[in-house]
């Protein structure tokens, strides 16, 4: 019996040219958190939203499944901005810490920083605080980068590694 090729691994599509045009569709956004613009740029992304009653688990406080959606989302986002036209990235690892349980009204926020970005993988750190400036949780992750190509991708003239 012949054998049948397997299928080839799913890729993440490019991101928009414009990454809060891009922000604007997701799971974040679906779960109420959006790319605060004025507090992003090149290398770092900052994320906010309200904690409302659907964020919470059974015991009323935020589930675990929300910092690390809006972690993600800072870290992912600040890694994004550093993709060049045709590059595309996704969360290869996500390492949480969960310091602090917030409440429902509480607003949210999460900036993730790049501390490098190599040929095929960056590595981002992240935090995330209450309204306050309390830290509520910290967060590392690495994503993986491919190039338009397929083949090796190259950091952006520029940006300094390490």
């Known amino acids: 019996m012949a054998r049948r ?11 928009l040219p414009d990454l809060l045009h891009a ?3 997701g799971f974040h956004h679906e ?10 740029g090149h290398g770092f992304c900052t994320v906010q939203g309200k904690v409302e009653h659907r964020h919470l688990n059974i015991n ?32 290869t690892s996500l390492y949480l810490e969960f310091l602090r349980a917030a409440r429902e009204g509480d607003t949210l926020t ?25 830290r509520l949780s ?8 491919w190039s338009a190509d397929g083949g090796p991708s ?3 003239v520029g940006h300094r590694s390490g």
């Open 60 to 91: 009323g406080v935020v589930h675990g499944g929300v910092y690390a959606t809006i972690l993600d989302t800072a870290m992912g986002g600040a890694v994004v901005s550093l993709l060049r036209e045709g590059e595309t990235t996704a969360t």
């Open 5 to 15: 090729a397997p299928e080839p691994e799913p890729r993440p599509v490019p991101p």
């Open 110 to 134: 999460a900036r993730g920083d790049v501390l490098r970005r190599g040929h095929h993988i960056a590595f981002a750190e992240g935090n995330l605080t209450d309204e306050n400036g309390l």
């Open 138 to 145: 910290q967060a590392r992750g690495t994503w993986y980068i």
């Open 31 to 40: 779960v109420g958190f959006s790319i605060d613009a004025e507090h992003s």
């Open 23 to 25: 922000a604007r569709r």
């Open 154 to 156: 190259r950091p952006p």
